[in-house]
Each structure stands twice: as C-alpha cells, then as structure tokens.
C-alpha cells in the first residue's frame, strides 16, 4: 500500500531567488529560515549553468549530466521534507537550450540567473526520508 | 467563454508510490480511497517503462508513444476531476533517459520505480468530464 | 538576500480554456475578470501552434521559438503577479510533438486546442515586477 501523509496548506511562498547562488542550496536554505519543514515546490526561470541527475535503476547510483550553457528552467517541480532531522529539497527540473532543445532530470545544482519559486508549505506530521532496500533511495516512511 | 470552476482549498497529501505499481491507476485509487473527488497534482521520481499519448488534432484518436527503458519523471502535471461518476486522473508527463533526453505527452502508463505525489484536494462542486464534440474529448462542463 | 514574499491561500479555479483562444491571454484576462492578482498555476492540454521564448543571457533578449505544428502541453508553469498595476502572467512550457519530442521555454504564446489550467490565488500584498539591472528582466522586487 502506497504511504500517504494527510496534511493541510500552510503559509505560501513567492521568492525570487538571488542572480549567481545556486539554486537547490538556495530553497533549501529558505526553507530552513523560513521554518518550512514540509512543503510542495514549483519553480520557472533561468539558469547559467547546472547539472541533472539520472538514478541508474540497476547500478543504484546518479549518472551526473553537465549542462555547461545558458538554460531556460521550462519546468521545476520539486518537495520539502525532513532528511536527518532538517529541511531537504527533493527536486527535477526540465531544462531548456537556446534552441529550445531540453533535458531533464533529478536536479543536482544550478547557478541562478533568475528564478521565481513558489512553495506552498504542509502543516502536520511530516513525512521523513529514511533508506528504501529496494531502491536504494531515500524514501518517505511513516512518522514515528 | 472559458469554463471556470471555483473551489476552495481542502486536504493536502504527499503519497510516495509502491514500487512496481502502475502509476495511472495508482494516484486513481488513492483519489478514491481518500475521498478526493477533485484535485490538483504534481509528482517526481522514476518509472521503470512507461506509455505517453499524443492526441492527433486531425484524426482525433491518441497515438500510442512507448518508453521500454527506465526514465526520470522529471515531471508530472494532473487533474483529479469526475468522469463517469468516479474520480479520474488526467496527467501529462516529462520523461528523461539516461542521457537526459525527454519526451513527453499524456501520460498513459507507467510502472513505477520510486515516485513522491503532491495532491491538493479541491472543495466545491466537482467540474465534470463530458464529451466535447469539437475535440472528441472528455472536458469539463457546467455541474448539472 | 532573496526576495521572498509571504502570502497565503485563497480561492482555486479550474479552468478549461476556450478552443482557438490564445493561452497567454486567456489565462492573464481570467486572471483580471476574476480578482486576482496573485497566483500559482499549472496546466496541460494540447495546442495549435505556438511560441516559446528563449532569454540570451548575454545580450539581454528574448529569442522566439516558433513551433507550427500541433504539440500536447507535456507541462505549462507560471504565476500571476502585478506588473504596471495589472494582472501579468509569467509561464514557462515543455511541449511535445508528434513523435513525444519535446521543446520547452518562455511561454510567448500558444493556439488552444484544449487547456486544463488550475490557478490557485494567493493573498496578501503582491510582488511587483520592476525593471532588474543585472537580467533586464521584470522581477518581483519588494511592495512598497
């Protein structure tokens, strides 16, 4: 049976995120400051440079993909749970070139020329990430 | 004029899927099972194989798209509404290999490797799915 | 420091967009005729045609991506917010052809087939968009 955590709509959240920072240390650190522990994050914009992720369902492990040019943000889709006692940004992002060509995936890091970030925070019992055999990953389990 | 429902905010859930399952039908019951008539959804992670429709504008039937290889959900964008009395899913999907390369379109079907849902249940009278004869689809219309 | 605007829920709209309309007008005219001023939003669907935008970072200009063909809205995510005292909406968009090949960027604008948005108002004091030195962009910056 799938896990489900009930929660409720907290405080909302419009940022524009600082030029040059990098962009997943960014939300992660507002939501520290802002005392988000679980929240559901959109994001658009633009970034100079970043790097995505592919989880090798075999191997279980990241295959880093540089992306060492101008990116629009077409899609960023990411939540906010609690990782070993704080706030931590699961994210992916669809990023698009200049031409309009796109890659995606889980998003590692990214340097911020613009971005505009929306985090709607949840109100109860967080879900936290523990270790998932199956998969390797860090995974939401129930509350204890 | 554009069909507009307005509804109010109602329970929030963050649901991590059971490895394995078929996603469509997956976020389907647990729409039904929590008594979500109406919602918004958005979800990351990884599915193992999946089944994207294009729907052709001229021939107005869908066109089967199949992925036969584990890709990122790099994201997932969708409705909870009513079709046939029942709460149904409508989602459009992004989906990246390993090399980061996408492809997306109405998501048909997909097996689920690790996958975090976000829906936002919706309160109010449920917009209904009827058959659009302009499109040969099933949209919204006016609550009867 | 970023700019971060705290806001809270109000009322949430699903809409389904008229046929041939034209998206980025649409949804910024139902934003206006509804009230709000500020919001979050999602959407998927199909269109037309369309046209997306790709901001060089660099020379400070957008460059139009013209897509003449139909394309199934694979993710649409924007905001609305206030720009020269009215309604603005900002989306970016991942759009995919025939084939599921996918484009995405700035959301210029786009010929409606069909189009599933949900906007979800947020309340307080909205961020304005004013003219950015670094980007040459219209970002938020403080209410005042």
Redesign the interface.
């Known amino acids: ?9 907290g ?9 040059d ?1 990098e962009i997943v240390t ?1 939300i992660t650190n ?1 939501a520290e400051r ?1 005392g988000v522990e ?1 929240g ?1 994050v ?3 914009g ?1 970034l ?1 440079r970043a790097e ?1 992720g ?4 075999e191997a279980h492990e990241y ?1 880093a ?1 540089e ?1 060492e040019r ?1 990116v ?8 906010i ?1 609690i990782r070993d006692a704080k706030p931590f940004l ?17 998003l590692a890091r990214g340097t911020v ?2 971005a ?1 970030v ?1 985090l ?1 925070e ?1 109100c109860g019992r967080p ?1 936290r990430r523990r270790h ?1 055999p ?2 390797d ?1 860090f ?2 389990s129930e509350t204890d």
């Open positions: 049976m799938s896990l489900v955590q009930e929660l409720r709509s405080r909302c959240f419009l940022c524009s995120l600082d030029h920072s960014t507002l802002l679980v559901a959109t994001a658009i633009a100079k995505i592919y989880y090798d369902q295959r993909i992306i101008p629009e943000i077409s899609s960023l889709i990411g939540n749970s699961h994210a992916h992002a669809t990023l698009a070139d200049s031409e309009g060509n796109v890659r995606g995936g889980h020329f613009a505009e929306y709607q949840l879900p998932d199956t998969t990953l995974l939401w």
